[in-house]
């Protein structure tokens, strides 16, 4: 008999704002009981299923996972308080952008284990995208975290914390950059005297109706756009464009470099915070 996913009891969740609640609202679509879930948060904003404090001290007995959903920034405030919270039966799961484990060992002695998970805003809807790297040794949960975030999209464990990266500056940015894409769709579409709605909805349903076609066939995006492109047509005259000394490569590759450049900082800030 398949076992019945559940989050380990009591998880907390150590704020919840976009991603944290993202995470949640894909879970709660999914079906998962979210009645394990404390959240911490200081707003207090209710979350529906969940149980939401504004202070550790009500959070109550200590959590299997503590999920870190605040800004890698405020680590160095928010963990010493966090850290007399957990015991040794806890395993963090540190969504934070380009923190490192060793980083985060450092604030939480204590913990059993710590798992770093980079992923993106779609797990709300249950299309994310999550990379998982964990801190070797034995530790539990192991399983039923990597099944938590498979609930929630694709997700894979990964060898090592430059592959997390590379994995996350990806998809954890890319939501934004495929929609910043589809605005520009979208824009060509006005300029050329669609209203602003009809070319919203047909710059939307092109880019899903392209992605849908190449997830459900695993045909190549070359493949794809050769399919579309008559030599000499319409297509190619725009391919040309875009493919002209490697343009839209270029463009994204420089785009995906200064947010991993973002992350390196970060993640030395980190490091430095730690041993202020
Ligand atoms: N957004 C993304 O697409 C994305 C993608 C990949 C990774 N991440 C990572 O996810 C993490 C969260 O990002 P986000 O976009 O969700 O940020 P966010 O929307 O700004 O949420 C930050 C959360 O931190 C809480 N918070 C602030 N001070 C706190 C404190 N002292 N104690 C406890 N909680 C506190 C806030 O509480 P209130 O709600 O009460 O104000 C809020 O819930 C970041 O580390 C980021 O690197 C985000």
């Known amino acids: 008999m398949t076992e019945i996913l559940k989050l380990p009891n009591p998880t907390w969740f150590v704020g919840c704002g976009n991603m944290g609640g993202a995470m949640l609202d894909g879970w709660r679509v999914g079906g998962l009981d979210l009645a394990p879930v404390t959240v911490i948060r200081?707003?207090?904003?209710?979350?529906?299923?969940?149980?939401?404090?504004?202070?550790?001290?009500?959070?109550?007995?200590?959590?299997?996972?503590?999920?870190?959903a605040f800004k890698p920034q405020q680590l160095a405030e928010i963990a010493p308080e966090l850290a007399r919270h957990i015991d040794r039966g806890t395993v963090i799961v540190s969504l934070l952008a380009g923190v490192e484990?060793?980083?985060?060992?450092?604030?939480f002695p204590a913990a059993e284990g710590i798992v770093r998970a980079t992923t993106n805003l779609a797990v709300a809807v249950r299309r994310g995208v999550t990379g998982l790297y964990g801190e070797a040794g034995d530790w539990r949960f192991r399983d039923q975290i990597g099944d938590l975030f498979t609930a929630l999209g694709f997700a894979m464990w990964m060898a090592d914390e430059d592959k997390l990266a590379a994995l996350g500056s990806v998809a954890?940015?890319?939501?934004?950059?495929?929609?910043?894409?589809?605005?520009?769709?979208?824009?060509?579409?006005?300029?050329?005297?669609?209203?602003?709605?009809?070319?919203?909805?047909?710059?939307?349903?092109?880019?899903?109706g392209t992605a849908w076609m190449a997830a459900t066939t695993g045909e190549s995006m070359d493949s794809l756009a050769k399919r579309?492109?008559?030599?000499?047509?319409?297509?190619?005259?725009?391919?040309?464009?875009?493919?002209?000394?490697?343009?839209?490569?270029?463009?994204?590759?420089?785009?995906?470099?200064?947010?991993?450049?973002?992350?390196?900082?970060?993640?030395?800030?980190?490091?430095?915070?730690?041993?202020?």
């Open 42 to 68: 200081p707003s207090g904003k209710v979350i529906e299923g969940a149980t939401v404090v504004t202070s550790f001290d009500d959070a109550g007995k200590a959590p299997r996972i503590a999920v870190l």
């Open 228 to 276: 579309v492109a008559s030599p000499k047509g319409t297509t190619q005259a725009g391919l040309d464009v875009l493919d002209h000394d490697r343009v839209l490569d270029q463009l994204v590759a420089v785009t995906v470099d200064a947010a991993a450049k973002r992350g390196a900082e970060l993640a030395q800030e980190a490091r430095s915070a730690s041993v202020a």
């Open 101 to 107: 484990i060793a980083t985060l060992r450092g604030y």
């Open 172 to 208: 954890g940015a890319g939501p934004a950059y495929v929609a910043r894409f589809i605005a520009a769709l979208a824009k060509a579409g006005v300029e050329r005297g669609l209203s602003e709605e009809i070319a919203a909805t047909v710059a939307l349903e092109t880019v899903l």
